[in-house]
């Protein structure tokens, strides 16, 4: 198994202090440590490129930084810079954020996601290969007076999970990184979707990068109750809602691992018989420090174990 983390780059924490988790995360095994992006927090390219440079050998990425409304030449310098930072430990992980959310944040108009998500990922491409970029597209135009860029072997996911953002996903990036996509969804839509893709567009297979709650702990109940409030917000976004549907239940938190070290392993297997190459434990911090230690030695353990 690969098990990795993921931690959000917002305050309060100080990026001192988010580094130290990184560090206190790979000194448990854990294998990688992913950044999630907020509008006010840190930049989580920046944090992420930080993070792999302080702490030698640990992987890092990012989970998710939203492309909207970031153009795609801002999106490419950040992440090189993580890159060459980091001797390649890098991946840039993106998502198409929710328009109920973001809009009235931004006041940027929302663009049509998919034909968004194609142009981000095609210009991405061309930039990350060291091509000349010359683009004009529907919700993008993207003309550099520079020459092409030295290559950059920038691996890129997408946190995507409909039919249609996983066929785009397939052709133009290297995997899926979608958060509570449970077993079904993984066996029944997202791995089978994104692979004919890739396998349609020559490209190799695809990372399956499952980002899970997870908690491991002793008070089950009251974690239960703190991830119902936590996680209510994605029962309210409809690629979340056909999730919950497939999986068979009501609520977000319902697809949590909450429990002691044998029920979340067990759980974590699932994932992987379902079709994912990697798992992320996210939400580890739900019930404090204590649990969230507890979470990452069970992680490291699985690193270790292989199985």
Do not use: C
Request: no cysteine.
């Amino acid at each position: 198994m690969t098990i990795g983390i993921t931690l959000p780059a917002g305050l309060p924490a100080g990026v001192d202090e988010l580094i130290g988790q990184a560090r206190q995360a790979a000194g448990a095994g854990v294998g990688s440590v992913w950044f999630s992006q907020q509008p006010l927090s840190y930049d989580a390219i920046a944090v992420a490129g930080l993070a792999g440079r302080e702490v030698p050998g640990l992987a890092v990425g990012t989970s998710v930084v939203p492309v909207y409304p970031r153009h795609p030449l801002v999106l490419a310098s950040a992440a090189r810079t993580a890159h060459a930072a980091t001797g390649g430990r890098f991946t840039l992980g993106l998502g198409l954020g929710a328009q109920n959310f973001h809009q009235p944040i931004y006041g940027v108009e929302y663009p049509p996601p998919i034909r968004h998500l194609r142009e981000q990922l095609t210009v991405l491409r061309q930039v990350f290969a060291g091509e000349v970029v010359d683009f004009a597209g529907e919700t993008l135009d993207v003309h550099p007076a520079e020459a092409a860029a030295e290559p950059a072997d920038v691996s890129i996911v997408v946190a995507a999970m409909g039919p249609q953002a996983l066929r785009v996903t397939g052709e133009l990036a290297d995997g899926t990184l979608p958060f509570l996509a449970g077993p079904r969804t993984l066996a029944e839509e997202v791995v089978p979707t994104l692979t004919k893709a890739a396998e349609r567009a020559g490209r190799p297979a695809p990372r399956v990068i499952a980002a899970v709650p997870v908690v491991v702990t002793g008070d089950v109940a009251a974690v239960r109750q703190i991830a119902a409030a936590e996680l209510g917000f994605y029962s309210t976004i409809p690629s979340y809602q056909k999730v919950l549907a497939t999986e068979g239940v009501d609520h977000a938190a319902q697809l949590a691992l909450i429990g002691d070290e044998e029920a979340v392993a067990a759980g974590v297997r699932q994932y992987y018989e379902a079709g994912a190459t990697e798992v992320l434990f996210a939400q580890t911090g739900l019930n404090g420090p204590a649990d969230r230690e507890r979470t990452w030695r069970l992680a490291g353990a699985l690193n270790s174990s292989g199985s």
